[in-house]
């Protein structure tokens, strides 16, 4: 095998320049430690460490045309960081779900308390083992206080809604 392509760490923002990665941080250097030609670094724009966690739902949901979510994950929270609510996709839909092709993610939480909060957003899918990803921060909110997501996809001129599906959590 000459290259594969891995995904690359996910930072928020790093306080010091010398927290910066060193010279070693580069497809050459990953490629020669895997005893490869090359390792591509493929950017990541969300913390996908939830991925190895069990999904929270693992059934097809109608998302846009023929492209459903697969399975939904969470990464846990740690003190300062919040969580990220993880979509497997069935394909990669960056192309398809943009502010160009004017169609976007709806994500309402449905709180314990009763309240909702709003997390729509323009998915950016990374490919990890053949599988298609995009998540979403979910700053300002306790994913153990979450009951139930509704989410779909809608039309950002229009407002129509193509899907909408409600999914229990806890």
Same mark, same amino acid.
């Given at each position: 095998?000459?290259?594969?392509?891995?995904?690359?760490?996910?930072?928020?923002?790093?306080?010091?320049?010398?927290?910066?990665?060193?010279?070693?941080?580069?497809?050459?250097s990953y490629?020669?430690?895997?005893?490869?030609?090359?390792?591509?670094?493929?950017?990541?724009?969300?913390?996908?460490?939830?991925?190895?966690?069990? *999904?929270?739902? %693992?059934k097809d949901?109608? /998302?846009?045309?023929?492209? !459903? +979510?697969?399975? #939904?994950?969470?990464?846990?929270?740690? *003190?300062?960081? %919040?969580?990220?609510?993880? /979509?497997?996709?069935?394909? !990669? +839909?960056?192309? #398809?779900?943009?502010?160009?092709?004017?169609?976007?993610?709806?994500?309402?939480?449905?709180?314990?308390?009763?309240?909702?909060?709003?997390?729509?957003?323009?998915?950016?899918?990374?490919e990890?083992?053949?599988?298609?990803?995009?998540?979403?921060?979910?700053?300002?909110?306790?994913?153990?206080?979450?009951?139930?997501?509704?989410?779909?996809?809608?039309?950002i001129?229009?407002?129509?809604?193509?899907?909408q599906?409600?999914?229990?959590?806890?």
């Amino acid at each position: 095998m000459k290259s594969i392509s891995i995904p690359d760490y996910f930072f928020t923002h790093l306080k010091n320049y010398n927290d910066r990665y060193d010279r070693f941080h580069n497809e050459g250097s990953y490629g020669r430690y895997y005893g490869i030609s090359k390792a591509p670094l493929q950017k990541a724009a969300f913390d996908y460490s939830g991925i190895a966690y069990k *999904p929270v739902y %693992s059934k097809d949901v109608p /998302l846009y045309e023929r492209d !459903n +979510i697969k399975s #939904i994950f969470m990464s846990p929270q740690q *003190p300062f960081i %919040s969580g990220t609510l993880i /979509l497997e996709i069935s394909n !990669n +839909i960056d192309g #398809i779900l943009s502010r160009d092709g004017g169609v976007r993610i709806f994500l309402h939480i449905l709180k314990s308390d009763g309240s909702i909060v709003n997390k729509d957003f323009f998915p950016t899918t990374i490919e990890l083992n053949g599988r298609f990803y995009a998540g979403v921060d979910l700053s300002g909110v306790d994913i153990n206080d979450i009951n139930s997501l509704l989410i779909g996809t809608f039309n950002i001129h229009t407002r129509h809604r193509y899907t909408q599906t409600q999914i229990k959590i806890n």
